[in-house]
């Protein structure tokens, strides 16, 4: 009777993983930044938590020894040509002001500032807690993460004074 039993526990445990991948994947991203001579210059990797989405990025080729910021942004378009004009403004679904110093903010793509060291490489991760990787109201697939030129100030609006848009990455 025992070998009966274990054979179709394991094909029960194998059935169990069979249905459950397909439900991970839905909660995981990737997204490839490139600079606005279009070379690819890093990677992020998005996971969905319950309290939030968890983003790991590493992207070389930036200013050194500085803070630059880091925003998610409302469109999914990374056009060199335009400097990356075309992924709009902060992603902001709940009409937030902009930044973590205003009374009425953040916006839900606004995240905190992230270092670049001494070889222009940047490595972050780090949680943004008021969104989702779903097609909802706040989730950003298909939108697009944008490292900016200098430092976000966190409260000036509409996107914290952080200057000129260095790199873009679409989440996929």
């Given at each position: 009777m025992r070998a009966i039993i274990v054979p179709l526990i394991a094909l029960t445990a194998g059935a169990v993983s069979l249905v459950a991948f397909p439900a991970f994947a839905e909660t995981a991203a990737t997204a490839t930044f490139h600079n606005d001579e279009n070379t690819n210059i890093g990677t992020a990797q998005l996971t969905e938590t319950d309290g939030g989405v968890v983003i790991k990025a590493e992207v070389t080729g930036l200013p050194s020894d500085q803070w630059v910021a880091f925003h998610i942004h409302e469109n999914g378009e990374c056009d060199t040509a335009s400097k990356f004009k075309t992924a709009g403004g902060h992603f902001n679904p709940t009409h937030k002001m902009h930044g973590f110093l205003m009374p009425n903010g953040p916006?839900?793509?606004?995240?905190?500032?992230?270092?670049?060291?001494?070889?222009?490489?940047?490595?972050?991760?780090?949680?943004?807690?008021?969104v989702k990787l779903d097609d909802k109201e706040t989730g950003i697939r298909s939108k697009t993460i944008v490292i900016h030129a200098g430092a976000d100030d966190y409260m000036s609006q509409p996107s914290g004074a952080a200057g000129e848009r260095l790199a873009c990455a679409v989440i996929k």
């Open positions: 916006h839900a793509g606004d995240m905190p500032n992230q270092y670049v060291n001494a070889q222009g490489k940047m490595f972050s991760q780090l949680i943004d807690t008021d």
